[in-house]
């Protein structure tokens, strides 16, 4: 069975109509959902699959749209299924993670002092494939988001990018197509403003074709509606809506 890939949101930081920038990607052998902001579980539930269908979780950097919801998730396996989620995570967001997000609310005397308390840590290094489950090989390419952060983009399949929040990197994004056989983009966009720490519509508007097309745009703002037919080939990707590999790729 090919991959199939459902946004959970579609929405940026500050979106109310949309919900938070995380998704599941099924291959048919297992789940990895790819980011746990603060709205993955309320989606989950809306879209029937509960959190311990989840076989593991990949978090691409620490902002509360993308780690939000972690703190729930764990509790909520550790609690109620009496198991760790299994975490993949580059090492140098464990400390970030645990010391500044996630301890406030999970830490327990003589219990609970780490990450690996909670969750089935798996480290991953950055460039390097991995499986996460099966039918999911995802690579990490580290992309510039906000100065002294780290943030992973990810590369699936060999196949498909999936920017993390980044400023415009036009290089990867060629070497990925050119070089590296990238049939689908993933890409998320800010539609207004300068992107001092996202990659702006215009700025994908000057990518040449064959790149444009194969871009799917996500991480969008409450008035996207607007931007429809501004986009030129690039589509919006829908959240919910379940895409089978096929469809996002030229
Ligand atoms: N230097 C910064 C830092 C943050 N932000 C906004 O806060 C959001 C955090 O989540 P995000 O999805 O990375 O989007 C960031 C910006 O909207 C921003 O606009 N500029
Ligand atoms: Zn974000
Ligand atoms: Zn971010």
């Known amino acids: 069975m090919s991959l199939s890939i459902q946004m959970l949101g579609t929405g940026n930081a500050f979106a109310k109509r949309y919900y938070n920038n995380n998704a599941l990607l099924d291959s048919g052998e297992g789940k990895l959902l790819i980011d746990c902001g603060t709205t993955a579980s309320l989606a989950l539930h809306q879209i029937g699959v509960p959190l311990s269908e989840i076989d593991a979780i990949l978090i691409t950097h620490i902002h509360a749209d ?50 690996e308390d909670v969750f089935e840590v798996n480290v991953l290094t950055p460039d390097k494939s991995a499986t996460l489950v099966p039918g999911i090989k995802v690579e990490l390419i580290p992309t510039r988001h906000i100065p002294g952060k780290n943030s992973y983009s990810l590369f699936i399949n060999d196949r498909l990018f999936y920017s993390a929040d980044m400023i415009f990197a036009p290089d990867l994004l060629h070497h990925l197509v050119h070089e590296r056989g990238c049939r689908g983009i993933l890409h998320e966009v800010q539609l207004q403003g300068a992107g001092e720490v996202h990659t702006t519509l215009d700025e994908l508007l000057s990518l040449p074709k064959p790149l444009q097309e194969r871009i799917h745009l996500m991480h969008y703002s409450d008035d996207m509606e607007q931007f429809r037919g501004k986009a030129g080939v690039m589509s919006f990707l829908e959240q919910q809506r379940i895409y089978h590999l096929a469809e996002l790729e030229v």
């Not at 729930?72 to 967001?93: C, D, S």
């Not at 301890?103 to 003589?110: A, D, T």
């Open 66 to 115: 993308h780690v939000g919801g972690l703190e729930e998730f764990g509790f909520q396996m550790n609690i109620l299924h009496r198991r760790k989620p299994v975490l993949y995570i580059a090492e140098p967001l464990i400390h970030p993670l645990w010391e500044h997000t996630l301890k406030g609310g999970m830490s327990q005397q003589g219990m609970i002092d780490k990450l």
